[in-house]
């Protein structure tokens, strides 16, 4: 579970911080001081989420350290910025919206248009997708004309989204939203990914702009701006629809993002389809309401001949009403003014500025004086009124003047209606309103925080797809390389199969081959070239004292034994060297290793291997002592 700080508990649902995290708003500052990248106006618990995300990549846990890390390490402005700018969009986004921007919008637009050039503008269009895809939807509509009469301008803060939209070369993947005929017809499959159209692509212009603080583009038919005022807080994105307002025509189209809605500005936006997020520009300079004039109305002037009938209608209005002759005197008191305004008969033709009503509950003088000149009336609203009690009491004063047929000014009559109920049933009615624009702004900001979490959450699975695809491919590679050490181990036992086979048969050999020697009556000794002992024989062993084991390996000559060396190594030399093939039978004495002198034949014969030179020599050595002494004896019984 990630941990929160209390700063971001403190974050309210429309974006605003209850209370601003110092370090987190002086790291914004730094980014739009050192890069123009004002994110200042973004909402702040998503903006922090990711910026979090990115720290904890690189092992950071305040802001103050990463600001560090930016001052040392540029690069890393470009991984923050990808991080916290969301670019997750697809083809045909909320096809139902799309479905009634073919069918129900578009129509309307190109009627309206009368075959003049059409320009769009797909405001934060990220990869690109977005002006694709209404490029497709016009073209559909427009066939042949489509390229010399639509415009589209794409634009996005990212410019790396953007060099990726320039391309206009798509992934399998980011295909899968495309219907397919639309892929079938606007896009060629080149190496393995979904290039648009060339044709349709021309009418693309690909360009950076900053809703937040860069001049729209004008003269706009139809706007889309989708899925990006969401990232915005209130008053930003007040100030940025209001930019939009002046990028569109008249009557052009506003489309935004599903979490998105306008509030607050129903004077410059129209709702086409609410449910839909599609808004008309209508005009704002219609003049307001044109005011009372003294304009009377014909129509409703009743004949009404009877004095007696005039007057009653005149007393018992329920409008309190009085009337003030030319001379400034009271000419006429109804009824309900009577009780109203504690005026009774005796107050007839009084001056008027001696009455308190002349001068509460509000100042009648003047204004009767100006309706009188001017010959207009005059309305005073919602006049305060504290009578007796504590309760305030609101009255509309209407002050009108009274002229006789001849243009004659005779006087004027004033009315005064109690509207306290209505002023406070519009203040609840207003104060109701408020609440409800209020929660619709929380509602509505919440649910745009809901849309913009789930981008996020839809960029991570994006990026757990990507390595998790990363991962699958290294897993093949492993996979092949597994195969390719798996037929080398196969071709490495079938080696060692056949070397543990040879191994045997030299084994066997060698034994054959010590079994010959060993059945000798003779000693063997074999040497190679440089008369080191290779073979050693019991017999020799039995001659001289030393085992096989002591002798095999050593230079001949630095045996510590009888050998009678300075009669070898003549015999030897000439061998090896090849002046003779052979020395054979020659006889030798020696002394044996039980210091016994004995007569020895010894032969050496050149030891031949495959080439022409000797490969060694193999000297065999015959006790011959007793034969000797028998042959002695038998000569010297044959003598006696
Ligand atoms: C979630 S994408 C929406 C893409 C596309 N309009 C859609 O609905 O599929 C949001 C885009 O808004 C861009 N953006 C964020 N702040 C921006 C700003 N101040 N000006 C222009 N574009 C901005 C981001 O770079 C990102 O590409």
Same mark, same amino acid.
């Given at each position: 579970m990630s941990e929160r700080t209390p700063v971001e508990e403190a974050a309210d649902p429309t974006g605003a911080m209850l209370s601003e995290d110092p370090s987190f708003e002086r790291l914004l500052q730094f980014l739009r001081d050192s890069r123009s990248f004002d994110f200042t106006g973004y909402k702040r618990p998503s903006l922090m989420r990711r910026v979090r995300y990115r720290m904890r990549e690189i092992g950071i846990e305040s802001f103050d350290d990463y600001q560090d890390v930016l001052q040392l390490? $540029?690069?890393? +402005?470009? #991984? %923050?910025?990808?991080? =916290? &700018? /969301?670019?997750?969009? !697809? +083809?045909?986004?909320?096809?139902? #919206?799309?479905?009634? &921007?073919? /069918?129900? /919008?578009? $129509?309307? *637009? &190109?009627? #309206?248009?009368?075959?003049?050039? %059409?320009? *769009?503008? !797909? #405001?934060? !269009?990220?990869?690109?997708?977005?002006?694709?895809? =209404?490029?497709? %939807?016009?073209?559909?509509? %427009?066939g042949s004309s489509f390229r010399e009469r639509v415009k589209i301008y794409a634009t996005d803060i990212d410019e790396d989204a953007l060099n990726y939209a320039r391309q206009a070369s798509y992934t399998e993947r980011e295909t899968r939203s495309l219907p397919e005929t639309y892929r079938d017809r606007y896009f060629d499959l080149v190496n393995g990914r979904y290039v648009f159209t060339a044709d349709l692509r021309r009418s693309v212009i690909f360009g950076r702009n900053d809703l937040t603080s860069d001049a729209p583009i004008s003269r706009i038919d139809i706007l889309l701006c989708r899925n990006t005022l969401m990232y915005l807080n209130a008053e930003t994105q007040e100030r940025v629809v209001r930019r939009l307002g002046f990028a569109l025509r008249k009557n052009g189209v506003l489309f935004l993002g599903k979490a998105e809605m306008l509030l607050n500005h129903a004077s410059v936006f129209d709702p086409i389809d609410l449910k839909r997020r599609f808004f008309r520009r209508v005009r704002t300079d219609i003049a307001e309401g044109a005011g009372f004039g003294a304009v009377g109305f014909p129509g409703a002037r009743a004949i009404v001949a009877d004095n007696r009938l005039r007057n009653e209608i005149l007393l018992t209005n329920p409008i309190a009403q009085i009337a003030v002759g030319s001379d400034g005197r009271l000419a006429m008191v109804n009824h309900r003014a009577a009780t109203m305004l504690g005026l009774s008969d005796r107050d007839l033709d009084r001056p008027f500025q001696d009455l308190e009503v002349s001068y509460r509950p509000i100042e009648l003088r003047s204004h009767l004086a100006t309706v009188t000149e001017s010959r207009a009336p005059v309305w005073l609203r919602e006049v305060e009124w504290r009578r007796s009690g504590p309760d305030l009491v609101y009255v509309d004063v209407h002050l009108v003047p009274l002229m006789a047929s001849t243009g004659e000014v005779l006087g004027a009559s004033i009315s005064f209606t109690d509207v306290t109920r209505f002023r406070q049933l519009r203040v609840e009615v207003e104060t109701a309103n408020r609440q409800l624009e209020l929660a619709y702004e929380e509602l509505q900001s919440t649910n745009e925080e809901l849309e913009t979490t789930n981008e996020e959450l839809q960029s991570t699975v994006e990026e757990l797809e990507t390595t998790n695809e990363e991962l699958q491919s290294t897993n093949e590679e492993l996979e092949t390389m597994n195969e390719e050490l798996q037929s080398a181990n196969d071709e490495l036992q079938s080696t060692n199969e056949e070397l543990r086979d040879r191994t045997i048969e030299i084994t066997d050999l060698n034994a054959f081959m010590e079994s010959i020697l060993g059945s000798l009556e003779a000693a063997v000794i074999v040497l190679n070239r440089d008369l080191v002992v290779q073979v050693w024989t019991r017999q020799a062993h039995d001659l001289w004292g030393l085992r096989a084991d002591e002798a095999i390996g050593h230079h001949l000559l630095n045996l510590d034994s009888g050998l009678p060396t300075a009669d070898l190594h003549p015999w030897l030399r000439s061998v090896i060297t090849g002046q003779e093939d052979a020395i054979i039978g020659r006889h030798i004495n020696a002394v044996n290793r039980r210091g016994r002198l004995v007569q020895l034949r010894v032969t050496v014969t050149t030891l031949r291997a495959d080439g022409e030179q000797p490969a060694g020599a193999l000297v065999l050595m015959e006790d011959i002592s007793e034969i000797d002494s028998a042959a002695e004896s038998s000569r010297s019984e044959e003598k006696a």
């Open positions: 390490e $540029p690069r890393e +402005f470009t #991984a %923050l910025f990808n991080t =916290i &700018l /969301i670019n997750v969009t !697809s +083809f045909f986004r909320d096809l139902d #919206a799309w479905e009634y &921007l073919r /069918i129900d /919008i578009l $129509p309307q *637009v &190109l009627e #309206a248009s009368n075959g003049s050039p %059409l320009r *769009v503008w !797909s #405001a934060g !269009s990220s990869a690109g997708q977005e002006a694709y895809t =209404i490029a497709m %939807l016009l073209h559909e509509e %427009l």
